[in-house]
């Protein structure tokens, strides 16, 4: 059966490159959830949605708490949450406008 998805819209404070965005992410989610919670969160960031410090994380829908955290813990820049959604669509209607 195939996994439910939630997305994550996210907004970054300061100008940072997309791609020190998506390497401090990444590397917080591995910290903090390890190699196992990985596998079984499964985030992607989507590198087509970035736009104006805003981004969109998409991950299983049964760890929404446990990718929070890991996106507080980043330490190179603030990370804001703007919102949670499980259509993509509706996520960035809403968030990245």
């Known amino acids: 059966m195939r996994e439910k998805k939630r997305y994550i819209v996210f907004e970054v404070t300061g100008n940072k490159d997309q791609k020190v965005i998506s390497d401090s992410i990444n590397t917080s989610l591995n910290k903090f959830l390890g190699i196992l919670g990985m596998s079984k969160v499964n985030p992607v960031i989507m590198e087509d949605k970035f736009k104006d410090n805003k981004g969109i994380i998409r991950f299983n829908h049964k760890f929404k708490d446990e990718v929070i955290v890991a996106l507080g813990l980043v330490k190179d820049f603030k990370i804001k949450i703007l ?12 968030f990245m406008l």
């Open 83 to 94: 919102g949670v959604s499980g259509i993509l669509k509706k996520a960035e209607e809403k």
